[in-house]
């Protein structure tokens, strides 16, 4: 039964094509920034989880984010980026500080939604610190609600060019 899989496959060589390249396919729009792999770490600041819904879906084969070289840590002491959505509430300032001072430098903030950026629907609210800037120094505001995931993706690679070009 093996042999006669094998000689099969032998005789057919590879039956699957290639996907062909698309807008949306990291490795097609700029090679040059995958040499090393960008490590993420993620923090719900108090959203409403619309954009960790949008960040999961990146994870799926049609945006193939490990193949571009990205990959979530579990660890901020492993992570190149800290990605936060959701407006700072203030019970989480401290772990929010906290997670960014783990962090390996040179290390990018970038905040997802509308709420990490001004604050949102919240902004002005007492149980919040409006957006993520009023904490942490932000490098890329990625603005929505939710961000689609191709709006991410820009912003990850954006922030992936500017770790590795300087």
């Known amino acids: 039964m093996m042999y006669r899989i094998l000689r ?32 993420i770490r993620h923090v719900d600041a108090g959203s409403c989880n619309g954009c960790e819904l949008e960040l999961n879906a990146l994870s799926g084969p049609h945006y193939g984010l490990e193949q571009a070289g990205f990959r979530f ?3 901020p002491r492993h ?7 959701g407006p700072v509430t203030r019970h989480m300032v401290a772990a929010l500080q906290d997670c960014h001072n783990a962090m390996p430098e040179p290390r990018r903030i970038i905040a997802i939604g509308d709420c990490a950026c001004c604050g949102g629907v919240f902004r002005g609210s007492y149980a919040v610190m ?3 800037a009023a904490v942490l120094p932000v490098d890329l505001q990625i603005p929505g ?13 954006q922030a992936s060019g500017e770790r590795m070009g300087g």
């Not at 032998?10 to 396919?25: A, I, S």
């Open 8 to 39: 099969e496959t032998l005789r057919l060589g590879k039956v699957g094509e290639k996907p062909p390249r698309t807008e949306r396919d990291p490795a097609s729009t700029s090679p040059s920034c995958f040499r090393h792999s960008l490590s």
């Open 73 to 75: 840590t579990a660890s």
């Open 79 to 85: 992570a190149d980026v800290l990605t936060v959505s």
């Open 130 to 132: 409006d957006g993520v």
């Open 145 to 157: 609600c939710p961000p689609d995931p191709d709006a991410l993706l820009r912003g990850l690679l």
